[in-house]
């Protein structure tokens, strides 16, 4: 490349006074940075596309993977925690990735999640094109402590305790009990937990302790330095189109069939272990370094899980 010359260096110096107006987007040091990325009117998404109420396990495992993502490509995310159509990511204190600058790491983490969810798609809605594209926002947060950082979480996961009980009657009224929306808002309207889970059993015999860990829970990605035993999901496995088997090749005639031993050498499929009645569900990824990111479906806020994972805890 050309080496520019006097002329463009002094231009080039006339105008670099505009950069006196950029300001420091630097976030406070020796805090914990929490990443939170929400849809954006994804309300009116749903309904363009019709998602199952209260939830669509398509979308929600198409949110998980695309959480996935962003841990993966930024490795100093200790952990991940989703519901709905929200995800929050967490950085260490001591992380100095893009010199801890809010814009960067809103920008690239809200383009990297976008990117793979509408990647992600076809997978979990094969034959559904896409023509509504999605779109989420993003903002961070500093936590100075331990307490703020793990109470933020804690939240989150009460928001999702409150939500999904709230839709759960709400819409079980709706498509069970034929109430209009209007009229299942006004037989909710006081209700607490109690009176929800009352309604849900006595009226349709659902045991709401007994729904899927993932609905009332939320999904929490974690980065874990130590191996831990799988358990399966306990939902549905969402079919995923494939190309048909290869039909066997009959050997020509004269020619001797490939004995077992001669054969090539193939990597195993993972293997899935079913576990039903767990309260806290692992579906193992192996990864190419020792660290592993487990999706969990579990407690986050009592303080036996941060004592059971200490790693996401190390400053």
């Known amino acids: 490349m050309k080496e520019p010359s006097k002329e463009q260096w002094k231009m080039a110096q006339k105008f670099s006074y505009v950069r006196r107006f950029e300001t420091n987007d630097t976030l406070l040091p020796q805090c914990w940075i929490v990443l939170r990325i929400d849809g954006h009117h994804f309300t009116q998404f749903c309904d363009q596309y019709q998602f199952e109420k209260p939830n669509d396990i398509r979308c929600l495992n198409l949110m998980n993977d695309s959480a996935r993502a962003l841990m993966e490509y930024f490795p100093d995310i200790v952990m991940a925690y989703g519901q709905s159509d929200e995800y929050s990511f967490a950085f260490r204190p001591s992380t100095q990735l893009y010199k801890r600058r809010t814009s960067k790491l809103v920008s690239l983490g809200v383009s990297c999640f976008t990117a793979h969810f509408v990647m992600g ?4 809605f094969p034959g559904v094109p896409l023509t509504v594209v999605p779109t989420f926002d993003g903002r961070t947060v500093c936590y100075p402590n331990q307490k703020a ?14 939500n999904n009980l709230y839709n759960t009657c ?14 299942a808002t006004e037989r909710l309207k006081g209700t ?12 349709f015999s659902i045991n709401y302790a007994k729904e899927p860990a993932q ?13 831990a035993p799988a358990v399966a999901e306990q ?31 193939t990597a195993a499929p993972a293997s899935t272990t079913s576990t039903q009645g767990t309260e ?4 193992e990824r192996p990864l190419p370094h020792p660290e592993r990111i487990a999706t ?3 407690d986050i806020i009592p303080e036996s899980f941060w004592e059971e994972h200490p790693e996401l805890l190390a400053e």
């Open 192 to 203: 607490d937990a109690a009176q929800k889970n009352e309604i849900l059993f006595t009226q």
């Open 121 to 124: 798609w076809p997978r979990y």
């Open 235 to 265: 939902l549905p496995v969402v079919p995923i189109p494939g190309p048909p088997p290869a039909a066997p090749v009959e050997p020509a005639a004269g020619s001797q069939a490939p004995s077992s031993a001669a054969a090539p050498a």
């Open 170 to 183: 709400f819409w079980t009224l709706v498509r069970r009990g034929g109430l209009s929306n209007l009229d």
């Open 280 to 283: 806290e569900t692992i579906v």
């Open 215 to 227: 609905f009332r829970k939320g999904t929490t990605l974690a980065r874990l330095a130590h191996p």
């Open 296 to 298: 969990l479906f579990c």
């Open 149 to 162: 950082f793990k109470d933020y979480f804690a939240w989150r996961q009460a928001d999702c305790h409150i």
